[in-house]
């Protein structure tokens, strides 16, 4: 068993420390927003429902990831949940420093509020407006008021465990 020492310093192992988060199934979705005219996308396992009443939801992003600074100053994203069949979309959007002209290419998808993109395939898509940004080390933690929401396709989830693809 790894433990930390009791008096919570930073003595974990990251390694560590990532294979136990990774134990932690969940979904795979790809946030999207539009700066400027030009379309950012990322895949995302750091996804939840934080409210009912607003409805609140909120998702990671990286600081150095050349999507946190679009999504924040854009302020308005569009999240798609993926569909077990939407492995290679989810992989595509999870590589860093690809082209941002075209990389929609080649995905069904159509426009939301912001004309943020949402992916045609998804299981759900939910358009939000950014209602605050949080500090979370070396991620921004995002939260947006849900302004709305479809669930387009009945389909098995995407889902992400011990750092592989699973299906349910």
């Known amino acids: ?13 990251p390694g ?15 946030v999207t927003t539009r700066l400027g005219g030009i379309d950012h996308a990322m895949t995302v396992n750091s996804f939840t429902s934080v409210s009912l009443d607003p409805l609140l939801v909120l998702f990671c992003a990286e600081k150095r990831a050349r999507f946190h600074d ?11 949940v993926l569909a077990a069949s939407m492995e290679e979309a989810s992989r ?8 941002l002209e ?12 912001g004309e943020v993109a949402l992916f045609d ?9 950014t209602s605050a940004v949080h ?8 939260v947006g008021e849900v302004v709305a929401l479809d669930t387009p396709a009945e389909a098995a989830p995407l889902v992400y465990h011990e750092g592989r693809y699973r299906l349910l």
Request: charged share 15%.
């Open 70 to 80: 679009a999504v924040i100053e854009a302020g308005v994203w569009g999240v798609s």
């Open 121 to 129: 395939h998804a299981i759900a898509t939910l358009q939000c407006r």
């Open 135 to 142: 500090e979370g080390g070396d991620h921004s933690i995002v």
């Open 16 to 30: 560590v420390y990532r294979k136990v988060v990774g134990r932690f199934p969940t979904g795979v979705t790809i």
């Open 92 to 99: 595509a959007f999870a590589h860093r420093g690809r082209s």
């Open 102 to 113: 075209g990389h929609l290419d080649g995905w069904a998808h159509h426009r939301g509020q």
């Open 1 to 13: 068993m790894h433990q930390g020492p009791p008096n919570g310093s930073l003595d974990v192992d």
